[in-house]
Each structure stands twice: as C-alpha cells, then as structure tokens.
C-alpha cells in the first residue's frame, strides 16, 4: 500500500492467498509487471513491499526476494520472501522442481487427445522476445515437458489445465501453440484476436510445496480475475468481439 499516492496501484488484502513471517504469496493481475521494467509502471513486487511496510509499521527498507516470476500478461500465483533464508531456500527449491505449478489456459479449439504429455525443444529469441518449438533436439535448445488435461470443451474454445514439469522461457504459451492451441489473446504465439485488456488467458492457478522453514506442506490456489475463466467453466461459450 502506499498513501503516499493514491494514484498508484495497491496491493489490497484479498489478493495475498498465503502470508507469514517468511513468505508472501500473492495472487498477480494480468499486465502488472512482477518486477520493474523499462514501462514504469507499478510492479507486483514493489506492491509487495508497500504491503509489508504498512501493515508491519515499517519505516526503514523492508525485505522483498522474487521467487520466480510470470510473464507480464500472465496472471496468478507468485511467491515472495521476507526474509534473505527464505529466499535463497525457495529459490533452491524451486531450481530441484520441488514444486508443483498448475496453470489453466483458454485455449482455441481442443488438444488432441485431450489428456497428454507434450515434450519439445526450445529456442528463445532475444531479440524478439519470442520462443520456437522443436519436436527433436536441436543444437542451443532446452527440453521442455508439461502435463494437460482438457477440463472443459465450448464450441470456439477450451480450458486447459497445465503441470509445468520445466520452466522455460514462454513454455506453456509457445508449446500449446505448436499443437494448435494457441492461448486465447496471445497474439504472440498465433491467436486469432487480441483481448480488449491486452491480457492473455492464462493464469497461474495453483501452487504446492515444501515451506522451506516450518515444513508444512502450502498449497494455495489462486482464483481468476478475467471473468472469461467462469463463464468457460459454466460451458458458456464466449463470445467474439
């Protein structure tokens, strides 16, 4: 939160599904930056930190370690620290995959089967912030792997649930596409249209892991903000505009 300005945006209570003395996991809307960038816009982690200084009184620099992050247009699940353990232990775990990352995503037309394994390799382009797909290993790629499932078929449309197996740059948008699929708004990857918000239908939905200090078990899921997401699980189909 910032009092300070009114005017920008603030990180409200009901977006944080998961807080205590070492992490904060927050729930990201779609074309807020997670850190900083070249835009200046308000970024999701410097939220975090204006969160944290009022509700704790804070008036010196307070703590905020990124995790991981999503890409800009992305939404959903992001997981912050408190404290500099708590980071450098999530960030390990992170890096072993002790982690589970389920996404789902709006996709155009139905994968086919609708329950899989995709397994390709991939290229990211610097310059054009872009990834291309390979189904065979070429020289500079990594392999990328995820688990979906088809949860729900409309005529135009179909929501996917994904399990990230790797983390790659633009993994699930770029692997869908290469099947087909291209997420709903991502022009990027071959989407017929564009979403009115700039948005793509693609949200971070869940999170579970090993607290990396108490050991229990977090399991947060995070619920969608585009309205899109809850009409496709009504079977509604969605209309074009």
């Known amino acids: 939160m910032n009092p300070n300005n009114t005017d920008e945006p603030i990180l409200t209570e009901d977006r944080v599904l998961y807080e205590d003395n070492h992490l904060i996991i927050v729930n990201k809307r779609a074309k807020e930056p997670v850190q900083a960038d070249v835009s200046g816009d308000k970024a999701l982690q410097d939220m975090v930190r204006d969160y ?23 939404s959903g699940a992001v997981i912050l620290t408190k404290t500099s353990k708590a980071l450098s232990r999530m960030i390990q ?11 789902w995503a709006i996709v155009e037309g139905c994968p086919d089967p609708v329950q899989g394994k995709l397994v390709n390799y ?4 610097e310059a054009k912030n872009r990834t291309t ?31 990230l197996m790797t983390g790659r ?32 239908c693609l949200h971070a939905r869940r999170l579970r892991f090993e607290h990396p200090v108490s050991h229990i078990i977090i399991d947060v899921v995070a619920p969608p903000f585009n309205p899109l997401f809850e009409k496709i699980l009504n079977q509604e189909n969605i209309d074009e505009k």
């Open 133 to 163: 797909v390979y189904d065979e290993e070429h020289e500079g790629c990594q392999r990328a792997e995820l688990d979906y499932e088809v949860l729900v078929k409309t005529d135009r449309y179909s929501l996917v649930e994904v399990k």
């Open 169 to 200: 740059h633009h993994q699930i948008r770029a692997q869908l596409s290469h099947i087909g699929c291209p997420i709903k708004g991502d022009l990027k990857y071959g989407a017929r249209r564009s979403n009115e918000d700039g948005s793509i």
């Open 122 to 125: 991939l290229i990211k382009n």
């Open 52 to 74: 944290i200084r009022v509700k704790k009184q804070k008036t010196g620099n307070v703590f905020c370690g990124l995790v991981h992050r999503i890409d800009r247009p992305v």
């Open 93 to 103: 775990i992170v890096k072993d995959r002790n982690i589970d990352k389920i996404y």
